[in-house]
């Protein structure tokens, strides 16, 4: 069993795939803007400040050991039709779900070259594969987290590290049911839920059974590749 680091593990996908790795008996460390208080290995960090990821990783190597697993689930989503979009924000969502990953996979890699062993999984989005009104900048930065995935493999396959992207569609948490309060979903989510061929909403637990598979010994002749978790939604 590996250590593995989950960023956003605070809430909703994160956390369901730290509450799996740590069941499958890996020794979990989750890095979050709010971290929960429940958690054993939980550290406060935010993935776009470098320092502050190096401080919380370090904390965990001394802890838990050298890092083998990472996944990178923190994200940040908005809503802005792209004419009234402020650089600003454009800025802070690739700085989150892009430049956060960039950050935490840098700082985690040279455990996982030391040990010619590593799994990456990188929470995307399935608004990459079909697009998202009012959501350029999410959707740039998701579509350029599917893009690192794949450039990574090829870089890091010979040292012995996989690197995948997980995007998933509709799945009930706290980023979800927001959007949905605030009407920004288009349509309900009963709607939605009649669109989808499986005919309910995603669990974050479906998430994380993929991520189980990822990151365990028998997936690695699996990299570069972009598994969606959708219920047959943007296939
Ligand atoms: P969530 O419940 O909002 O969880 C996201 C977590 O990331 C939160 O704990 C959040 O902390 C944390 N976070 C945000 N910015 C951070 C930062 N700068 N540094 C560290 N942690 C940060 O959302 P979710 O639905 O589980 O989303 C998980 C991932 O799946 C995200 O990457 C999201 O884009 C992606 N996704 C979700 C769906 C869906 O249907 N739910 C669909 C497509 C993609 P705070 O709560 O304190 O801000």
Redesign the pocket.
């Known amino acids: 069993m590996k250590t593995a680091v989950v ?9 369901a795939i730290a509450e799996r790795l740590d069941a499958d008996g890996h020794h979990v460390a989750v ?4 971290p929960p208080p429940d958690a054993d290995f939980a550290y406060q ?4 400040d470098r320092a502050q990821v190096d401080i919380a990783l370090t904390a965990v190597r001394e802890r838990l050991g050298p890092i083998g697993v990472l996944v990178n ?5 908005g809503f802005k039709r792209f004419t009234d979009l402020s650089f600003e924000s454009w800025q802070r969502v690739i700085d ?2 892009l430049n ?1 990953v960039f950050h935490c996979t840098q700082a985690v890699l040279p455990d996982m070259i030391e040990a010619k062993w590593g799994r990456i999984v990188n ?5 990459a594969h079909s697009g998202q009104q009012y959501m350029a900048h ?1 959707v740039a930065a ?1 579509s350029g987290l599917n893009g690192l995935t794949k450039a990574l493999a090829l870089e890091l396959g010979p040292l012995g590290i996989t690197v995948n992207a997980v ?5 009930d ?4 049911r927001k959007a949905a309060e605030r009407g920004l979903l288009g349509d309900s989510l009963d709607h939605h839920i009649e669109q989808t061929p499986v005919r309910r909403i ?1 669990r ?1 637990e479906d998430l994380a059974a993929t991520c189980a598979f990822l990151v365990s010994e028998e997936a690695g002749y699996i990299t570069g590749q972009i598994i969606g978790v959708n219920g047959g939604r943007n296939t």
């Not at 890095?31 to 709010?34: A, I, Q, V």
């Not at 689930?73 to 989503?77: I, R």
């Not at 929470?123 to 608004?127: G, K, M, V």
């Open positions: 960023t956003g593990g605070g809430s909703g996908i994160g956390r890095l979050d803007l709010n960090a935010d993935v776009t689930a923190a994200g940040l989503d989150v779900n956060g929470i995307s989005s399935s608004s999410y998701k995007p998933p569609g509709f799945i948490t706290p980023m979800l995603g974050p």
